[in-house]
């Protein structure tokens, strides 16, 4: 697998995780990188994005001000900081290269890392 997400968990609302997306290949330094869930019956949706740079991110309207998105080119990594975790969280979080991942024909997802938050 070229991406692969690690750092999901079971945890109380109001907590924090910090997600990692490593790339087995050093060509993903230079894209836009993105990180999207899917909820059990939903959707995948887009959560988070950030130029290879890491000078612009963009985030959906339900994680903005929680969530932090960051990358590390030299490490290959994309991390995901979510902070006051909330119930409505709870998903199956993915990373993909944009504008890829925002196509409904990108198969190229990862295995996920499990996020479930308590109330």
């Known amino acids: 697998a070229q991406l692969a997400e690690s750092g999901g968990g079971l945890v109380q609302a109001g907590d924090s995780l910090r997600l990692s997306c490593v790339a087995s290949d050093p060509k993903f330094s230079t894209y836009e990188m993105g990180w999207f869930r899917q909820a059990p019956g939903k959707s995948r949706e887009f959560v988070a994005s950030?130029?290879?740079?890491?000078?612009?991110?963009y985030y959906a309207g339900s994680v903005k001000g929680r969530f932090t998105i960051s990358r590390d080119n030299v490490k290959n990594i994309v991390y995901l900081q979510m902070n006051s975790l909330k119930p409505e969280d709870t998903a199956v979080y993915y990373c993909a290269p944009q504008p890829e991942g925002s196509l409904p024909e990108y198969d190229s997802w990862g295995q996920g890392t499990q996020v479930t938050v308590s109330s």
């Open positions: 950030i130029s290879w740079s890491g000078e612009n991110t």
